[in-house]
């Protein structure tokens, strides 16, 4: 922690916070929304909370020309020294310099759950972030905040909190990325309002440490004519869980997440989400692709909830997985909950495994097995890559997955030599 | 060329070839005829290495190698090309990276160098347009939402990029129009030369004016129950595989 003091309302908050937190406990696999996730089992509970990083910074090449934010351990080790454009405020959550609007939105756009892992955050939270974009306000250059765990000798756990408020009409791209090495256990929190008219394109990438934990939870609520498009790539961690409250609660909000997740080994990869159609002609779109091979296992628990006065609503979800291995598992659990008369909603949830036929033709022209499978694979991600309208956070992702779906490659041929 | 000597072949334990005996030589040109459901494709499949077909007896013989002991890749980087009847549709996987792939990966096998992106793009735009493809087509993924004739058209394409030595044209004319049929059967025929050799496998004899076959075959019932020259097809032509049809089970 820094040492400065956190003004009342914030501890007044952090404090409520911790009695829920130490009341609930972590949550175990009776409660039904963490079914197939088990995070209390990694021992979590008992790893220390990370202190101010000593050391150097980790470097991080940024992606491309970006307004960019390093947290180390939760902690804000570099802040943009440029010039921001005006209308445009990149502070931390405690200075009390947008005092109002955090203690307007602060924990608000989450909806309160003992359970939660949410409030485990905001009793811990070391340095937060607010990122304000005023009213009319068009930022153009993304901003790109970088979540860097390190582990030390002993797993450590952090709690890094990011508050985005856009206001009427604004518009600005957010690019959150979650890396690190060592083992940590990492549990963000991310709260981003839209007001009217607001929008928000969100490309997140969690490519943390083999041995990392990973538990975030998104809050988005989108006022009349709010726009939020998120894109989700997850490829790290031994255990991660994305969690997203969606509130649609103006009237012609659109909401949409594509997510694509590439799990190897022994990860689990958990997305779940809750979409809540609360106002009239809102749309929502959720395609979640995975790729799964060795022991891997992926979740997609998805709720959309339509309520009595969310007339015309368009809501769509789609999860599909491609199973490599025999031993790769994938739990989908897409659910329509559906209180208005006049919608379209619709959900599917496939599981699958390479289509033969199209392997058959690649090779048949030449191209060895492995390289098709890959072009098959990428071909079936592209879908979601291809929503990334920033071409340099677009190219960057895409490269992960490739070098993790090489490296998937090269470890199978190593075991046919060794069997062969 | 190809040497296919009581070639027995099962699918799904039913068994679909009894028995073929076909011999191509390098040089020359030969048609497959016969009903639906003779084995024409399963023929077409077995020679090209797919999952699924077993080989029960029987073996082909390529250019004095076992073919029927290669991966399917081998197969293809050998010089052995098979034109789909049903050419598969790929979403997201654009054609211009599938060709580049496949053309390099068969380049690499020849000891040739790779052609860089541009290298391929000129490659690729001065056949695709002689074929009569758009150059919009390579940019889409590979087949999907081209219309029947497009993806005959696309596998001639293919065959032209990859240059083999064996090609074996499952129905390449069908689906094509009148135009694109002469367009794409002079491509072929112009592909001939005394080191490459082909099966056509047709149901009409209009591509045969253009592709003017050394042999035609007739494949009844998983066995070549007759063969002939050039004429035989015009002669299946007048009566049909009635004559065949007993013969075969
Ligand atoms: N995967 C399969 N499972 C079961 N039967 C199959 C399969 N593939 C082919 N067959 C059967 O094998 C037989 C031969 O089929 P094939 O496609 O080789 O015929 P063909 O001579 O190419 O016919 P066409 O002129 O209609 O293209 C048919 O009876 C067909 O139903
Ligand atoms: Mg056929």
């Not at chain 1, 009213?135 to 030390?152: L, T, Y």
């Not at chain 2, 009581?6 to 039913?14: I, Q, T």
């Not at chain 2, 077995?46 to 250019?63: C, N, P, W």
Request: hydrophobic fraction near 40%.
């Amino acid at each position: 922690m820094t040492g400065t003091s956190h003004p009342d309302w914030l501890a007044s908050l952090r404090r409520v916070a911790r009695a829920k937190a130490d009341a609930a406990g972590l949550p175990t696999r009776r409660d039904e929304a963490w079914k197939y996730t088990d995070v209390a089992a990694l021992g979590v509970g008992s790893f220390l909370l990370a202190e101010q990083p000593r050391g150097a910074v980790p470097e991080v090449a940024p992606l491309g020309d970006t307004i960019r934010l390093l947290l180390v351990n939760g902690n804000l080790v570099a802040a943009p020294d440029e010039p921001l454009p005006a209308g445009v405020v990149v502070d931390r959550l405690d200075s009390g310099f947008s005092a109002g609007v955090v203690q307007a939105h602060l924990g608000q756009v989450i909806p309160a759950d003992a359970k939660s892992l949410a409030t485990l955050n905001s009793a811990l939270f070391a340095d937060g972030v607010v990122l304000r974009i005023g009213a009319g306000v068009k930022v153009d250059r993304p901003f790109e905040i970088v979540s860097f765990g390190q582990g030390g000798d002993e797993p450590v756990a952090f709690h890094p909190r990011c508050l985005v408020v856009v206001e009427e009409g604004g518009s600005a791209t957010l690019i959150e990325r979650h890396l690190g090495s060592g083992s940590y256990f990492s549990n963000s929190v991310v709260e981003i309002a839209l007001a009217d008219g607001a929008s928000l394109h969100h490309y997140k990438q969690q490519d943390e440490a083999a041995h990392a934990v990973h538990v975030a939870t998104t809050g988005v609520s989108l006022a009349g004519g709010a726009r939020y498009a998120g894109v989700l790539v997850q490829t790290g961690a031994r255990l991660a869980r994305h969690e997203v409250h969606a509130a649609l609660g103006g009237q012609d909000a659109s909401f949409g997440l594509d997510g694509a997740y590439l799990g190897a080994g022994q990860q689990h990869l958990d997305t779940t989400t809750f979409v809540n159609h609360v106002a009239p002609g809102g749309a929502s779109r959720q395609v979640f692709k995975g790729v799964l091979d060795d022991q891997a296992r992926g979740v997609y628990q998805g709720t959309v909830l339509v309520q009595r006065g969310a007339q015309k609503t368009d809501a769509h979800q789609l999860s599909k997985a491609l199973l490599l291995s025999p031993h790769a598992e994938m739990d989908g659990k897409p659910e329509l909950e559906i209180y208005a008369d006049d919608v379209k909603c619709g959900h599917g949830c496939t599981v699958g495994d390479i289509d033969e036929t199209a392997l058959f033709y690649l090779r048949a022209r030449g191209i060895d097995e492995a390289t098709a499978r890959h072009l098959l694979i990428e071909a079936f991600l592209a879908e979601v890559l291809d929503q990334i309208e920033v071409e340099p956070v677009r190219q960057a992702f895409a490269a992960v997955l490739g070098e993790r779906l090489e490296g998937a490659h090269a470890t199978r041929r190593s075991d046919d030599h060794r069997q062969g | 060329m190809l040497e296919i000597r009581n070639l027995h072949a099962s699918v799904d334990g039913r068994e679909i070839l009894k028995g073929i005996d076909l011999t191509v030589p390098a040089g020359e040109v030969h048609a497959v005829m016969g009903p639906n459901g003779s084995g024409k494709s399963t023929l077409s499949y077995v020679l090209a290495g797919r999952d699924g077909y077993e080989v029960t007896a029987g073996s082909a013989t390529y250019k004095g190698q076992d073919l029927l002991a290669m991966k399917i890749e081998e197969r293809a980087r050998q010089g052995v090309f098979l034109a789909f009847q049903y050419p598969v549709e790929i979403p997201g996987v654009t054609g211009v990276n599938f060709l580049k792939t496949a053309v390099n990966a068969v380049r690499r096998s020849r000891g040739e160098s790779e052609l860089d992106a541009m290298q391929f793009l000129k490659l690729a735009r001065k056949k695709a347009k002689e074929l009569g493809v758009g150059e919009e087509m390579l940019r889409r993924a590979v087949n999907t939402g081209f219309s029947g004739g497009e993806k005959k058209r696309y596998e001639a394409l293919q065959m032209a990029l990859l240059e083999p030595s064996f090609m074996i044209l499952d129905e390449t004319d069908s689906g094509l129009d009148i135009d694109a049929l002469r367009v794409v059967a002079e491509a072929v025929d112009a592909f001939r030369n005394p080191q490459r050799a082909m099966l056509v496998i047709t149901h009409y004899q209009r591509i045969l004016d253009y592709i003017v076959p050394d042999k035609v075959h007739v494949l009844a019932g998983g066995r070549i129950v007759q063969t002939g020259d050039k004429d035989l097809a015009l002669e299946l032509e007048r009566s049909g595989y009635a004559q065949f049809v007993g013969q075969a089970a």
